[in-house]
């Protein structure tokens, strides 16, 4: 089956540690990217990735960092410079954007994080 | 991208057609309706998307005004696994500044009861 995997479901930290959240996926999309919902609230961006080796930042990138070294694969660290790092994390993943067409993303089932 | 408006909630019999509607008056030419929906603490799901014609697909219908300032997602058959929040959303395609960005809002909540 294709999709997008996220694991852990549930992650407990210690506050003031670092914490890495996978996402994989074998859709051979080249778009990934990462939001962070928090209760009763919307997804914001954290990151985005067009293509491998690459990555932007979104509208709350501090305290958060990523890489892409492969195209299946884009794991995000919450760093302990994130304030409320407390939330439900999710990823996507698309074919870009072109000129003339729209994406459509596509979401893994999220990570839980608690920080204790 | 433009805003949306849609009804905080929304109930709706088991096997009747769920209509969710959603108010998208500020929309430009070369932006698309999209429908996601999330079920408690599940990742969002894709359900349809259109630009102008009305759409369908094995899960939903898509009817979209003549002046594409409105739109209505169509649940034919609505069952209690169809219980969820969902987001209308409106984006354009590549060259604006919203690139990547999915903006949800406060959705709709659609509870169907047996």
């Known amino acids: 089956d294709g999709g997008i995997t996220q694991s852990p479901k549930y992650l407990f930290r210690k506050e003031g540690q670092n914490v890495t959240l996978s996402c994989e996926q074998n859709?051979?999309?080249?778009?990934m990217y990462w939001y962070r919902q928090d209760p009763g609230q919307g997804l914001r961006l954290i990151y985005y990735?067009?293509?491998?080796?690459?990555?932007q930042k979104g509208d709350i990138a501090e305290g958060y960092s990523v890489s892409r070294e492969k195209k299946e694969s884009f794991p995000l660290t919450v760093t302990s410079a994130q304030k409320n790092p407390t939330a439900f994390y999710l990823c996507?993943?698309?074919?870009?954007?072109?000129?003339?067409?729209?994406?459509?993303?596509?979401f893994g089932p999220g990570t839980r994080l608690t920080v204790l | 991208d433009a805003k949306t408006t849609q009804p905080p909630s929304m109930d709706c019999a088991e096997g009747r057609a769920a209509n969710l509607p959603c108010n998208h008056s500020t929309i430009s030419g070369n932006e698309y309706v999209y429908w996601y929906r999330q079920i408690h603490s599940q990742g969002p799901q894709y359900i349809i998307h259109?630009?102008?014609n009305n759409e369908t697909n094995e899960m939903a219908s898509l009817i979209i005004t003549e002046d594409r300032k409105s739109s209505t997602l169509i649940l034919p058959h609505a069952t209690l696994r169809d219980t969820a929040v969902y987001y209308c959303i409106v984006r354009g395609n590549a060259g604006g500044t919203s690139y990547g960005k999915l903006t949800f809002g406060q959705g709709t909540i659609l509870t169907v009861h047996p």
């Open positions: 996507a993943s698309s074919i870009p954007l072109t000129t003339s067409s729209t994406d459509t993303q596509y």
């Open positions: 990735s067009q293509i491998v080796n690459d990555f």
């Open positions: 259109g630009l102008k």
């Open positions: 859709l051979n999309h080249d778009a």
